[in-house]
């Protein structure tokens, strides 16, 4: 269908989803809907919609509210009522719901407890700014929701330790390119029992690297996070790779025996203004 042919409803709509996908691409944006009980959601109230969140977004973090503020004050007391009664479930449920009222929705993680996910939403999450939900338009059949979820307010899921476990052992064994990866370490990170410096770890990282020609990377298992004896958290895994020596003379290519690295390994992470940082590394044929 050409587009001359295109009804102005029509045209409206797809103007809508263009401005959808600019606000993904620039800001982010996730757009959810909650139905009310009849009617209908016209475009032209979607780009009233649409218009109201790129003058939030446009307007920068500065216009962005507590989800606390959105929340009923009645609501937060009945939850820390129900959580002193140990009723987990209970409690999360009244302020989930007390924050769809205010035009907010998040989903619990399937890796969370009832426990562990209440403390989340009654301290982090009501702490946590985003953009203020646009006000219910007159006649509108479906509620216009601001998304937040576990992972946009604390990086310390399983999903991140993974991500970062896994990306941090890619670059140690790609001794191709420089070590990129110092950001991920604390101030201090383990030396043995002792503690050293970020830069000494790095240093130690990179003569060790600086011993291999060439490494080929083999498995990959992960493990999964696990509670130390110490109160630490770690990040088990699998992991296996070949690695080729450097040679005695540089002029020559290498002649050392490859050596096959397989075994367990972990990292040890610590939690750093609701994000993750490494403290601790042990794989084959390395530790920090």
Same mark, same amino acid.
């Given at each position: 269908m050409h587009q001359d042919d295109l009804s102005p409803e029509e045209r409206l709509r797809i103007q809508n989803e263009l401005t959808k996908s600019d606000l993904t691409d620039k800001h982010g944006a996730a757009f959810e809907f909650v139905a009310e009980n009849s009617g209908e959601f016209t475009p032209e109230m979607e780009q009233q919609f649409l218009q109201n969140i790129s003058r939030i977004e446009d307007g920068g973090t500065e216009s962005y509210v507590p989800i606390r503020s959105l929340v009923s004050n009645k609501a937060i007391k009945v939850a820390a009522a129900k959580a002193k009664q140990q009723k987990w479930e209970e409690a999360a449920d009244e302020l989930l719901q007390a924050c769809i009222a205010g035009g907010v929705m998040t989903e619990q993680p399937d890796w969370? %407890? &009832?426990?562990?996910?209440? @403390? +989340?939403? %009654? !301290? =982090? +999450?009501? =702490?946590?700014?985003?953009?203020?939900? &646009? &006000?219910?338009? &007159?006649? @509108? !059949?479906?509620r216009h929701m601001v998304g937040a979820f576990y992972d946009q307010v604390r990086q310390d899921s399983p999903e991140t330790m993974l991500m970062m476990t896994s990306n941090l052992l890619l670059d140690i064994l790609n001794v191709k390119d420089p070590f990129a990866s110092t950001h991920l370490f604390a101030e201090e990170v383990r030396n043995g029992q002792a503690l050293q410096s970020r830069e000494n770890a790095i240093t130690k990282i990179n003569a060790w690297r600086e011993k291999w020609s060439n490494i080929e990377p083999g498995g990959f298992n992960p493990g999964g996070p696990m509670r130390g004896p110490d109160g630490a958290t770690y990040y088990r895994f699998e992991c296996s790779f070949n690695a080729t020596p450097i040679s005695v003379d540089d002029s020559t290519p290498s002649t050392g025996k490859v050596t096959l690295y397989d075994g367990d390994g972990v990292v040890q992470f610590i939690s750093v203004d609701k994000h993750l940082e490494v403290v601790g590394l042990m794989m084959p044929g390395f530790e920090l």
């Open positions: 969370i %407890s &009832p426990r562990g996910w209440y @403390a +989340f939403l %009654s !301290t =982090d +999450f009501l =702490d946590h700014t985003i953009p203020p939900p &646009p &006000p219910v338009e &007159p006649g @509108a !059949t479906q």
